[in-house]
């Protein structure tokens, strides 16, 4: 396969074949995120993804199981183009269960429900979306370039076409200012969404991006790890969800969780009040993006 850049993919694809198919990400203004700001975005020549899908084929073997297209929104697409990489992955690979995908609220809500029923008749099973934030007004300050109504919209959009969803969730997004209303709209966003997955990383400010400006000109302020536990409980104790696979064990996280929900809520939020009360947090040294 040929690469453009770093690569990423969410840390549950890590067995996944990494297929590229867009370079960068063509909104690439959300003020926190530095992924894809050495790509300017473009769409690769099907003709070299469908090469790659070969080599892919060819290095692996036909077992493979898992796919993931690559860059940050590769559900862009149009979807005759997105099917006809599907169609070449499930021929190279007879035994694939599953292709993942990032995706965000614009693209998906751009597709009808017939062509998103199309993709899961292809295995394009699993979507990834970064709500981040439940509350607009977080939203529009990091230039998300989607409201929170957006996002869930586009959520149980994709998931009647039988989709499955996992969502993100930023703490600390809100600063030190708004890290209520980051947690209150984030569960009321969450709990509409009902996702499968659900992930909560903790913002790290990195360098050259608009949030890394905002830090040092005073405007936002980084909370403090036992401040993010609280609006992780908060968020945790307000959310309203069926049957949701939740994970806070992101390296980014200084208080790792793992349960379902509503099943082990009080059993997690038990977890970070001692966590919080013992001052229990993971060493800088041993986080991560």
């Known amino acids: 396969m040929r690469y453009i850049g770093n690569i990423f993919r ?20 959300c003020g926190f995120c530095a ?3 050495d790509k300017q975005f473009r769409v690769r020549k099907l003709e070299h993804v469908l090469e790659d899908i070969g080599m892919a084929r060819d290095h692996y073997g036909p077992d493979v199981r898992r796919a993931f297209l690559c860059d940050g929104d590769a559900m862009l697409l149009p979807t005759p183009h997105l099917v006809k990489i599907l169609v070449a992955l499930e021929q190279a690979f007879p035994e694939l269960q599953r292709v993942g995908i990032y995706a965000n609220a614009r693209d998906i809500l751009k597709k009808k429900h017939q062509e998103l029923e199309e993709l899961v008749r292809h295995r394009l099973s699993i979507f990834y979306i970064g709500l981040e934030s439940g509350s607009d007004r977080v939203l529009k300050w990091i230039d998300k370039g989607a409201t929170a109504e957006d ?6 959009k994709a998931m009647k076409a ?5 969502v993100i969730y930023l703490l600390g997004l809100g600063g030190r200012k708004l890290w209520q209303e980051n947690a209150l709209e984030s569960a009321r966003a969450v709990s509409a969404m009902n996702p499968n997955y ?3 990383l903790t913002v790290t400010v990195i360098s050259n991006t608009p949030l890394a400006d905002a830090m040092a000109s005073g405007e936002y302020e980084l909370p403090e790890p036992e401040e993010l536990a609280t609006e992780l409980r908060l968020f945790l104790e307000n959310v309203d969800v069926k ?7 992101h390296a980014s996280n200084y208080v790792p969780l793992a349960g379902r929900l509503p099943k082990d809520k009080q059993r997690l939020l038990g977890e970070l009040d001692s966590a919080i009360r013992d001052h229990r947090f993971k060493p800088e040294f041993m986080r991560g993006l």
């Open 10 to 29: 969410p840390p549950s694809e890590a067995g996944s074949v990494l297929i590229q198919a867009t370079v960068g990400c063509s909104h690439n203004r």
């Open 162 to 166: 039988g989709m499955k969803s996992s």
């Open 151 to 156: 996002m869930v919209k586009a959520v149980r």
């Open 198 to 200: 659900l992930s909560a």
């Open 35 to 37: 992924m894809y700001r």
């Open 243 to 249: 049957a949701t696979v939740f994970r806070s064990n």
